[in-house]
Nanobody
């Protein structure tokens, strides 16, 4: 059974940093592209960052230069390093694994950035 478990969320002041981690199990992690999504309060879920199986990364414009996504295939983890956080970064952050039509979601971790 595939499981994605996020950790590292919390409350931080604007300008601060947080490091989110997602631990994967029950899957061949290295063959899946990985992504982080977030859902701000009252809004739809949105893509934040992606990393493919070869390590190529992509970011939504609002986080580029502030967030870094990385993966460790030996530990089956994907990480989102978030810096210079803004109140608009507040939301539930979800880990996502995808390969063709197979996709899996974690349950999310709350990130709250106070002004």
């Amino acid at each position: 059974q595939v499981q994605l478990v996020e950790s590292g969320g919390g409350l931080v002041q604007a300008g601060g940093s947080l490091r989110l981690s997602c631990a994967a199990s029950g899957m061949t992690f290295s063959i899946f592209a990985m992504a982080w999504y977030r859902q701000p309060p009252g809004k739809q879920r949105e893509l934040v960052a992606t990393i493919n199986t070869g390590g190529r990364t992509n970011y939504t414009d609002s986080v580029r230069g502030r967030f870094i996504i990385s993966r460790d295939n030996a530990d089956n983890t994907v990480t989102l390093q978030m810096s210079s956080l803004k109140p608009e970064d507040t939301g539930v952050y979800y880990c996502h694994a995808y390969r063709y039509t197979n996709q899996y979601w974690g349950r999310g971790t709350q990130v709250t950035v106070s002004s």
